[in-house]
């Protein structure tokens, strides 16, 4: 098989779940599409020479880069012209997770499953990663804190606050 | 323990959920996405030929060099002196000790041409 069709197989099965993640993290459609085809496309002319297990932690790990650089502009166009105060630090967890699901698909949602869509949104950005990239894409805590470009420990903290909220919010909705 | 079980079962609800809910994308997106990854993946770069792999690249110099002494060999006349063979291979890089002992088994010869005829 071509390196070409490897790539748009191997694509094609993570494209869904890194638009995913990219969504929930900007909270924008266009943006997360944006987000996800940089990555490929990085993916593609960087690094498509290397072992094809190594393309999954590659591609994570550019998508989350990306998605943080997202985040750093928006705080900082937010910043420059809206009306946050300049020492408010924590730029990068309060970006604002938007109900990110278009309407009409929202409708046909259960409400614990929307509520769980908005959790997710809302999660500061690190605990986001590190939740979506361990229970939606299935990587280790090992692939994760490579994802991350951080430590194992780190990896496991943020998965367990992740959890640990979300459960208390979901308790009175998953009985 | 009974909790960190619980979170485990927890955590593998939540995964069930965001999975479904992640293969019910609008078809709009979908087919952007299909685009994206048709684009990108066709935009795979073309290999030079200096991304050759070790071997290969090794033979090639082998073989430039090797060509090069039996054209200098074949060329040469009594009005055009003769490289020196250890000349051309100490322009010619060469890695490949076979081939050096080639070379210097030629040089031999040549030296010895004259005391035989």
């Given amino acids: 098989m071509s390196l070409e069709a490897d790539l748009n197989r191997f694509l094609a099965g993570v494209e869904k779940k890194a638009f995913y993640m990219a969504r929930a993290a900007v909270g924008d459609r266009d943006e997360a599409l944006d987000i996800v085809q940089e990555a490929m496309f990085t993916l593609v002319r960087k690094y498509s020479n290397k072992d094809e297990e190594q393309w999954r932690p590659l591609f994570y790990r550019i998508l989350q880069n990306k998605i943080t650089d997202s985040h750093r502009r928006s705080s900082f166009r937010r910043r420059l012209f809206g009306s946050r105060s300049e020492d408010d630090d924590d730029s990068l967890d309060e970006i604002p997770g938007l109900s990110s699901i278009e309407p009409a698909s929202r409708a046909q949602l259960d409400e614990s499953t929307a509520k769980l869509i908005d959790l997710v949104a809302d999660l500061p950005l690190r605990q986001q990663q590190a939740f979506l990239l361990r229970t939606l894409e299935g990587l280790d805590v090992s692939e994760t804190a490579k994802a991350m470009g951080c430590s194992q420990g780190s990896v496991k903290t943020h998965y367990s606050r992740a959890v640990h909220s979300m459960r208390e919010q979901l308790q009175e909705h998953w009985s | ?117």
């Fill in chain 2, 1 to 117: 323990m009974t909790d960190q079980k619980s979170e485990t079962q927890f955590a593998e609800e939540l995964a069930q959920r965001l999975n479904s809910e992640t293969e019910e994308l609008p078809q709009a997106t979908r087919l952007r996405l299909q685009a994206m990854r048709t684009a990108a993946a066709a935009s795979v770069p073309e290999r030079r030929w200096w991304f050759l792999p070790l071997p290969a690249a090794g033979f090639i110099a082998s073989a430039a060099v090797l060509a090069l002494a039996v054209f200098l060999n074949f060329s040469t006349t009594d009005s055009v002196p003769m490289l020196p063979v250890v000349d051309v291979v100490e322009l010619a890089v060469v890695q490949d000790l076979e081939l050096l002992e080639q070379l210097e088994f030629l040089a031999w010869l040549e030296e010895g041409e004259p005391n035989a005829g």
